[in-house]
């Protein structure tokens, strides 16, 4: 039957399908490798530079300073590949330990020297420079590193961070020395965590002798940057709308999950008071709670659907958890650091009870693209800590007003952990720019640092414009106020709400332990563009990320005309996964051709360093699949031969050139304006892929060489880490891993074959653990 709901389904590789990475073997030495006089003549210019420190040094010396000197190498235009970066920092290697600590920029190291016994040693390794040629020609210049200093007219109130030294006791130590030297000098200061190595101090009433002093004198060697301190404002204007809806009651004995609001607050109204669990969570006293922000984002998660007539999100009720994490900003203001603790102290106090968190939020800075923003850091350190989800809002742009391009996201939205939502127009008023289904003309555009896809995901938050008179006018998403009426309002904040319900609700139907990486990657793998979506195909992910996702139901079930595979698994360093037996149903053969769609949604979870700048994230997973020839047998007696088998002929299908350009503009189909994305990560270290192929797509010569009925198919990953992790697991004894989530689904366009029974007869048949994900919709809970 057409309307049969299947649910998707986890799958394990074999034992056979997990290998050891293999070296590589080849011995000519690069094309940009200096030799002869051109090395000379770097390794003496590189000397001269070094030796400059040698004044600086002596004088800490005779001071008695024990804080290290710090420096940066700065390396060649080309030299910032990772093949090269282990060759650079085995020249700043003494002892038992790297000296090169951090990034400022993708092209500039950070590199510490603790003594003059460490000075001499890497001096004495520039001049050697046949032994050491390899990072010489790698490098351009050294010059003494100087905090980043940004200060504003005006201000009083600053945010200083210390240099991490990549040590323990010595970030101890220095920490200590700031604060004795902060409190000797009577400077009003806050000390606060935004993760586990990065504290941050909120320098209060700073006049600019003050911040001269922190600039200028030897007690501050130790600082690493200061900047203004960040501010929050919240305002809800809101329209008030017509009409209003029925109160929905919980149902006894049914099983009801928690999300929890980080906002302002929520308005105790008739239809949100059922659905409170205890009592609200907060710092601040009543008489400065002013609840309408945060009510409205509740009646969004909440009554969403309810209020719109529509099935988007498609829950059965949640229950919500008050987090008042800021105040009434008109009358107490909120810094970045008092906001990061709020939420951090929320979160710490209720995380085993409540996983997923709604954030809409935004630091009202855009982001920079040469390194990823404290508040981001700070979440995706909470996250990690305490195994939660947080849906964060991309943030809203009034550029549009002004006849401007959109703004880039929010600080925060950088967040690598947290799923981040843009908005959609839900519906177009007289005035309104947007079309329906198309992006909101405030909602804030990715991508993010390092180009990662930000937002991920897009929701309805309304839509906007400008009247005859030139003023601002919206057309709102509905919800409620604070004293229980129907009001609208537009903005990301609101269509967050949605996705953080969305990612409630599947938790919440699922009978599986809490996991945000397969939450995430379920909505991110469910979502597509709108068929009338308007904007270029490059501007899609800036704009929306993968799209709108599906509803709960949506979601979990199949149909029979395709089938969704789940690998949840670790990737470790020297390890990767290679399936050679993939079960790619036979009946998807037409006319001697294999046809079908593959859609491939990959979340991992990377390990993150906030020393490394704009090499936050330190791990990737590349992945691939596709078809190949045959097996052959490999001779593991060879060097660098770890593996006994091998494939013959292959090919990754997840490839654009090998896709007819004719072909793909003349579908108009719902896969070709909806979902086919073939997006050329490269080396790229994105932390969520997605891939969506039709292989009757690809060009006529390509079909005939990787899609005819006599091939196999095989589907590999292999994590990948950068040089700075590897070498601290070298000197640490740990081995790298990254937790992973790939979901695969497999469907027949034409709706002949049935491949849900199809792929899981092919799993039994080559012998692959499989289970159907656990539904919890018929587990009734005692009250």
């Known amino acids: 039957m057409d309307n049969e709901k299947l649910p998707i389904k986890f799958f394990a590789p074999r034992e056979v399908d997990e290998l050891r990475i293999e070296g590589a073997g080849n ?103 046949e032994r ?67 504290p941050v101090y909120k320098i209060k009433n700073a006049s600019q002798a003050i911040l001269d002093g922190l600039i200028e004198e030897d007690d501050y060697e130790m600082l690493f ?50 659905w409170m669990t205890d009592k609200r969570w907060t710092v601040y006293p009543d008489d400065v709670i002013t609840p309408t922000h945060g009510t409205f984002v509740a009646g969004v998660a909440l009554y969403g659907d309810i209020c719109e007539g529509k099935d988007w999100v498609g829950h059965k009720g949640i229950k919500l958890f008050d987090a008042t994490v800021f105040p009434d900003t008109t009358k107490e203001g909120l810094d970045e650091d008092d906001l990061i603790a709020n939420i951090r102290e929320a979160i710490e106090a209720n995380h085993e009870r409540v996983k997923v968190w709604n954030l809409s939020i935004s630091i009202t800075r855009e982001v920079c693209d040469t390194k990823f923003s404290d508040f981001a850091i700070a979440l995706d350190d909470l996250q990690e800590k305490y195994n939660v989800l947080i849906c964060k809002s991309a943030g809203n742009c009034s550029n549009f ?29 007289k005035d309104d720019f947007s079309e329906t289904n198309n992006p909101s003309p405030f909602t804030r555009v990715g991508p993010g640092p390092e180009f990662i896809i930000k937002p991920e995901i897009s929701h309805y938050g309304g839509n906007a414009g400008v009247d005859s008179r030139g003023k601002m006018v919206t057309t709102g998403v509905k919800s409620f106020s604070s004293d229980g009426q129907i009001v609208s309002n537009v903005g990301t904040s609101f269509s967050t709400p949605r996705v953080a319900a969305l990612a409630t609700g599947l938790f919440q139907e699922l009978d599986e332990d809490f996991d945000p990486l397969l939450i995430k990657g379920l909505i991110i793998h469910s979502a597509s563009y709108p068929r009338d979506l308007q904007i270029p195909t490059t501007e899609r992910t800036k704009q929306m990320g993968f799209g709108i996702p599906k509803n709960v139901s949506d979601i979990i079930y199949n149909d029979p005309y395709e089938a969704t595979l789940i690998l949840r698994d670790t990737l470790s360093k020297g390890e990767y996964i290679d399936i050679m037996d993939f079960p790619m149903p036979k009946s998807l053969i ?76 003349d579908r108009d189909g719902d896969f070709a304006l909806r979902e086919r994305l073939l997006i050329q990560y490269g080396d790229k270290y994105y932390p969520v892929k997605k891939y969506a192929v039709d292989l009757s797509e690809l060009s006529e010569a390509n079909r005939q060489n990787y899609a005819t009925a006599d091939k196999n198919w095989y589907l590999t990953m292999r994590g990948l880490f950068r040089e700075h992790t590897e070498q601290r697991a070298v000197l640490e004894r740990f081995i790298p891993s990254q937790e992973v989530c790939l979901i695969l689904t497999i469907r027949d366009p034409e709706r002949k074959a049935r491949i849900y029974d199809d792929v899981t007869q092919g799993l039994d048949a080559f012998n692959f653990w499989h289970s159907n994900i656990r539904i919890a919709s018929d587990i009734s809970v005692p009250t």
């Open 27 to 129: 011995s000519e030495p690069p094309k940009w490798l200096l030799s002869g006089d051109a090395l000379v003549q770097r390794s003496t210019e590189l000397l001269t530079a070094f030796n400059q420190f040698s004044r600086i040094i002596d004088n800490r010396i005779a001071r008695k300073s024990a804080v290290p000197f710090v420096f940066i190498a700065k390396m060649c235009d080309d030299s910032t590949a990772k093949s090269r970066r282990k060759d650079i920092t085995s020249l700043f290697q003494t002892t038992d330990r790297s000296n090169v600590i951090g990034l400022t920029d993708s092209d500039e190291l950070i590199v510490k020297i603790d003594s003059i016994s460490q000075m001499n040693e890497i001096a004495n390794r520039i001049q050697d420079y």
């Open 401 to 429: 007003v002004a006849n401007l391009p959109k703004g880039r996201i929010h600080e925060g939205a950088d967040s690598v952990r947290s799923l981040v939502v843009g908005s959609v127009a839900h519906a177009k008023g």
């Open 225 to 274: 940057s200061i900047e203004p301190m960040p501010k929050y404002v919240v305002a809800l204007d809101a329209s008030v709308s017509d009409g209003g809806v029925d109160i929905v009651y919980p149902e006894s004995g049914q099983r009801y999950e928690t999300l929890g609001i980080l906002d302002n607050g929520i308005a105790s109204i008739p239809h949100l008071a059922p």
């Open 590 to 665: 037409r006319n001697g051709y294999y046809t079908g769609q593959i859609i491939a949604t990959l979340v991992y979870d990377p390990i993150l360093d906030p020393t490394q700048g704009i090499e936050y994230c330190q791990s990737n997973v590349d992945i691939k699949f596709g078809s190949y020839d045959e097996k052959i047998e490999r001779d593991i007696n060879k060097r660098n031969i770890l593996n006994p088998v091998g494939r013959q002929g292959s090919q990754n299908l997840f490839r654009e050139p090998l896709y007819s350009k004719r072909l793909m503009k």
């Open 132 to 198: 050491n040629s390899y990072a010489i020609s790698c490098l351009e210049t050294f010059w003494e590193f100087q905090p980043l200093v940004q200060v504003n007219e005006g201000e009083k109130t600053y945010k200083v961070k210390l240099i991490d030294f990549q040590d323990y006791e010595t970030n101890v130590a220095m920490q200590r020395q700031f604060e004795h030297s902060l409190l000797a000098h009577k400077i009003d200061f806050q000390k606060t965590s935004y993760a586990s190595q990065l």
